[in-house]
């Protein structure tokens, strides 16, 4: 899970986006994304799905399949 918490928390350090406006588009707190960034909750797939099409980022980069983080769109 080291290598997922890791690339959730660089990817929203990585974006223009804030954690508040991340946290609206996917329907949870600040505090859940917070708890995913730090290792203390895991993201479910619809939730990963929701963030990665709002991040423009692959979900097989996030779970750590492969190392390009670009969405196969």
Same mark, same amino acid.
């Given at each position: ?5 890791k690339?959730? *928390?660089?990817? %929203?350090e990585?974006?223009? &986006?804030?954690?508040?406006? %991340? *946290? ?6 600040t ?6 960034k730090?290792?203390? *909750?895991?993201?479910? &797939? ?12 692959s *979900? ?12 196969k769109?």
């Open positions: 899970m080291e290598i997922i918490t690339r959730i *928390a660089d990817t %929203i990585d974006s223009d &986006i804030t954690i508040k406006e %991340i *946290a609206k588009k996917l329907g949870c707190s505090k859940q994304i917070t708890r995913w730090k290792g203390e *909750a895991e993201m479910g &797939i619809y939730k990963l799905k929701i963030f990665c099409e709002i991040l423009d980022v *979900a097989d980069y996030i779970v750590g399949i492969t190392d390009n983080p670009k969405s769109k």
